[in-house]
């Protein structure tokens, strides 16, 4: 394995193809221990496909990605996915489990417990943990049917956590929330960044109101091209927002938190 302070993830020059198409041109990122990213970006931009690169689940056409320590494609993928916390809040579970159950399959990456197999009072008492952070101590035992889509969203948070990944993907994580479910699945990651400083984590979202206040680094795609990266405050400013999804967007950044408003086009 590698130095524990080593770069978390990084790419060089990496381009995907599909189809004669460039989903992804020239990407160039390096993520270390502690940075929080968010990856914002138009619909088809290009976010999820990159996502898959950066969670071991896709292989570049041209240049190198480098995850934990390890380069693709000369790594088992799915040992290496072991390593990840990957949240994607189309992960589906079509069996009534209780939440406690979803958490734990989070260590054999499953979609229910598997036969013949249970955790040890550590593993049980490590997901307890997770479930609290995630303020769902009190759904612990619910079945997944009956959860809301916001308690959903902060259970499959506390599942990716029972590897205790070193890296932790989350793919548009507020997506059908309402704005109470929203603010506390936030809060939930802010608190859970600031208990594990060395956490890297990369967010998926096209909302620029559910950036997390914890977020260090900003990366804007737009056609598979990055348009600008860097420390979030430096990225996320309504020249480079306009440009990335082709409309002008006046930026605005309150106690940590970012608001967008279309601006009206200036008469000619
Ligand atoms: N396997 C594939 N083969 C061909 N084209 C693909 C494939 N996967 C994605 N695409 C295309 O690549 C582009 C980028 O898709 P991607 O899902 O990464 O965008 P996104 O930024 O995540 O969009 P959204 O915000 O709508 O989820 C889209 O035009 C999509 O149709």
Redesign the pocket.
Known sequence: MQHPNGTVLSTEHVDLV??G?Y?LKDINISIEPGQHWVLL??????????LSLLGATAHPTRGSVYVLGHKLGRVDMRELRMDIGHVNPRHTIGIPITVRNVVITGLTNTTEVMPRWSPTPEQEAHADALIDLLGMSPRSDALWPNLSQGERGRALIARALMVEPRLLLLD?PATGLDLAAREQLLTALDDLRNQNPSLASIL?T?HIEEIPSTTTHALL?KD?VVTASGLAENVITTQNISECFSHPIEIERRGGRWNAQSRPRERV
């Open positions: 599909r189809d198409r989903l970006g138009a619909n088809g931009a290009g976010k999820s496909t990159l548009e998926v096209h795609i598979g």
